[in-house]
């Protein structure tokens, strides 16, 4: 049984359980070797199994794990190892701050068809990834769905069977016992989406009811009728399903979808507090009433009268033409 303080895998220290999902409790953990927090999950194994089931139902465990290893995507959980512990089958992956999906639209409600448009594109390019090396996602929902708190989205439980589909976002054929494909991944991502805009899933919550109604989905419907089909022959490729929510969105993946568990972004006082120096890398502008007014023309000052002439002025001028006058007359007689 996993408490916590316990290490497993002789290097991992589980911290505190930070969530529940279809496959299993996620932990906090601490890698004791590298010094880093992960996310750590016990890969849930059915019950009631034979001894030789259960054996086979862990290697299979085993072997969807590190297939999920294989994956690299912005868009997808990074899992770090996988390995056994005793009768258990651990998996180690990066840590995200975030909520699920499911938890972001139990508490804010539905996405305009914009925002759903965008975050299919994320979720779609991941799923495409996974289709180019073979592997199935099987139960994507919005509890695999994290919308982290720096605004970005991680699809999680790559390929992990775990629980099983949940029915409401479970394709047709999937749920009348055929093995999944990527185009039950198409149907997922078009049931997931569904949800977001519309607030139910498709076929209500245990996949049975009667043919959804597109009612919120605006320039979104026609391209989730389409991933909705019950045929899955006739649903479009994952790649297509991408290239018609780009040209939904017009390629924008940042629609202003950003949960509001994000940290706040720093903002610059517009005045500076009391005894502190404005930064000078910005500069703020300059209002309106005071941008290029010309300074109002001084009055005009009443003439000066003229003074008068000085007394001493006539006599000096006199002397200095004397002066001149002996000047030229000694020039003349004496050089």
Not at 105 to 117: C, D, K, N
Not at 132 to 149: K, M, S
Not at 276 to 291: E, K, N, S
Not at 310 to 316: E, F, G, N, R, V
Request: hydrophobic residues 40%; glycine residues 10%; neutral net charge.
């Amino acid at each position: 049984m996993s408490t916590e303080g316990s290490v497993v895998g002789e290097r991992y220290r589980l911290d505190q359980p930070i969530g529940r999902g279809r496959a299993g409790i996620v932990w906090l953990a601490l890698d004791l070797r590298l010094h880093r927090t992960v996310a750590m999950k016990r890969l849930l194994i059915p019950s009631g199994l034979t001894p030789e089931q259960a054996a086979q139902a862990r290697e299979q465990a085993f072997l969807e794990g590190r297939n999920a290893a294989k994956i690299e995507h912005k868009c997808a959980i990074t899992v770090h190892d996988v390995f056994h512990e005793n009768d258990d089958v651990w998996i180690v992956m990066e840590y995200i701050p975030s909520r699920s999906m499911a938890q972001f639209l139990a508490e804010h409600g539905r996405l305009t068809p914009e925002q759903a448009a965008g975050l299919g594109i994320q979720l779609g390019s991941t799923l495409a990834t996974l289709h180019a090396a073979n592997i199935i996602h099987r139960t994507l929902e919005p509890g695999t769905v994290l919308l982290a708190d720096d605004g970005g989205v991680k699809l999680t439980d790559i390929g992990i069977t775990g629980g099983g589909p949940t029915p409401a976002y479970r394709a047709p054929e999937v749920a009348r016992g055929l093995p999944a494909t990527p185009a039950s991944d198409v149907y997922s991502l078009g049931a997931t989406l569904y949800t977001a805009v519309e607030g139910v899933p498709p076929y209500g919550e245990n996949g049975q009811g009667g043919p959804p109604s597109i009612d919120n989905a605006g320039p979104l419907s026609g391209a989730l009728g389409k991933m909705l089909r019950q045929d899955p022959v006739t649903r479009p490729t994952m790649n297509d399903t991408v290239r018609a929510l780009n040209a939904i969105s017009h390629g924008d993946t940042k629609t202003a979808f950003v949960p509001p568990t994000a940290p706040a972004m720093p903002t610059m006082p517009a005045t500076p507090p009391p005894g502190t120096a404005a930064p000078t890398a910005i500069q703020q502008p300059v209002p309106p009433q005071q941008a290029f007014q010309p300074r109002p023309a001084a009055p005009p000052q009443p003439p000066k009268p003229a003074s008068a002439k000085p007394k001493w002025l006539i006599p000096a001028v006199a002397v200095a033409v004397a002066i001149l006058v002996g000047v030229l007359i000694a020039e003349l007689f004496f050089v």
